[in-house]
């Protein structure tokens, strides 16, 4: 079962390293065996970076209803079962070349990988 976080350490995650919250996001991933994203009526959210389009991915359902504002307040999270989001989202994103945003801050700040690396990372 993941662990409850409490929000002094909600706050800690944000503020930390991209590489920090990228750690915290596979442990979490791995053990609550599912990823969350934000979607609407259209779909699950896509951003435009300089680097292209990404999807952006979070740990669990609090951190990702954190972006649901503004231009997404009529997205809600998402949650992805991990072996699908392995199976299915990582070699679709890989195939159409568009990145991956993990566990973005409110800064916008997320370590952007490519599918295959980010495939590498959560593989036992």
Sequence with gaps: M????????RVHLLASSDDERMA???????????VWSLSNE?????????????????????FAAQWAVDDWDDCEPVSV?????????LPSLEADNIDIAVFP????????????ALSESLAD
């Design 24 to 34: 915290f996001f596979v442990k979490q991933v791995k053990q609550s065996e599912m």
């Design 2 to 9: 993941s662990e409850e976080l409490s929000v002094d350490q």
């Design 42 to 62: 259209e779909g699950f959210v896509m951003v435009e970076t300089d680097e292209g389009d990404c999807v952006m991915v979070w740990p669990d359902a609090e």
């Design 105 to 116: 801050n409110i800064e916008d700040e997320g370590k952007l990988m490519k599918a295959k």
């Design 81 to 89: 079962p991990f072996a699908e989001f392995k199976s299915n989202w």
